[in-house]
């Protein structure tokens, strides 16, 4: 009797520790299925800004480039260097801020002020650029730029480009029927999309 009774106590305690170990597997796989949901849902965001910072970047640097060589756009290609360095990812901002980019500053500075007729007028804009990432102030490199303010100032920026080479097109239409139109006004649609993108993340 005293065999059957322990059997049948073992028995019981078994289908608790089991029915114990299954509510908390059961308790894993909804806190992994709710974590990797959560997961999912910030980094396909965060991958997604950062993507069209990246996008952004380099659109505004191919409209330098562009205003540099024999594709002239109608734009003021100097608000280009606030935009950039707003919306420059964080990687690059940092390199070039650091020893790199005082490098290239300092010989900017000299070639301008003692070889002036051998500095060329394409490098004025690159070279101002470098600078402003190179000597902006904390507020501007560390605040301003991880903030609403910035992302509103590249909208700003963004939309008034692309107004102005619409004007200066003739229309929308124009914009992408004038030689080199499509390159270019697909550029400055791309400074759009990042501070909206940005602005719908966050």
Partial sequence: MGRILQQYVDIKRDTVVASLI???LNELKLAAGKFLHDATVVG??????????WLSSFAAIYLLILDSTNW???ILTALLVPYIFFSFPDSLFYFLRG???EWI??????????FPRHFPDWLEIP???????TVAPELFAHKLRNN?????IDLFIGCYLLQEH??????????????HGISNTLGILLLIVYPICAFIIH
Avoid: C, H, P, Y
């Fill in 148 to 152: 609403w303010v910035g992302l509103a």
């Fill in 22 to 24: 299954d509510s908390d």
């Fill in 105 to 114: 500053a300092f010989v900017t500075v000299v070639l301008r002020l003692f």
């Fill in 166 to 179: 619409i004007r200066a097109s003739g229309g929308f239409k124009n914009s992408f029927t004038q030689k």
């Fill in 72 to 74: 002239r756009t109608n």
């Fill in 44 to 53: 396909g965001k965060a991958i997604g800004a950062s993507f069209f910072k």
């Fill in 99 to 101: 020893e790199v980019g």
């Fill in 127 to 133: 070279g101002s650029m470098i600078l402003i990432l």
